[in-house]
């Protein structure tokens, strides 16, 4: 079994900082892509940013300059680092991670169960 908890959510004025972690556990071979999403109230899902096993990062335009992913490979870890907080950053948001578990060929993309991030004005 492989599970992704996310943790660091929470209530934040405009203007504030919050980080988020998210730790995969279980029987893992080797993890590629990890990432970040959010889903706000009557949205679809977005990619935030996501991380290559290698480092190499990518932004949605609208946290460039404000946030940082980056990972802990030891640690099968990926944080996001959220700076400059605004209220439509307010969101449920969630970890991915494509993985390939222990004795499977295959990969696939795993999600956390969510935590939410909420920005006051």
């Known amino acids: 079994q492989v599970q992704l908890v996310e943790s660091g959510g929470g209530l934040v004025q405009a203007g504030g900082s919050l980080r988020l972690s998210c730790a995969a556990s279980?029987?893992?071979?080797?993890?590629?892509?990890m990432g970040w999403y959010r889903q706000a109230p009557g949205k679809q899902r977005e990619l935030v940013a996501d991380?290559?096993?290698?480092?190499?990062?990518n932004y949605a335009d609208s946290v460039k300059g404000r946030f940082t992913i980056s990972r802990d490979n030891a640690k099968n870890t990926v944080y996001l680092q959220m700076n400059s907080l605004k209220p439509e950053d307010t969101a449920v948001y969630y970890c991915?991670?494509?993985?390939?578990?222990?004795?499977?060929?295959?990969?696939?993309?795993?999600w956390g169960q969510g935590t939410q991030v909420t920005v006051s004005s």
């Open positions: 279980g029987s893992i071979f080797k993890i590629n892509n």
């Open positions: 991915a991670a494509d993985i390939q578990p222990m004795l499977l060929s295959g990969t696939r993309y795993y």
């Open positions: 991380i290559t096993s290698g480092g190499t990062t």
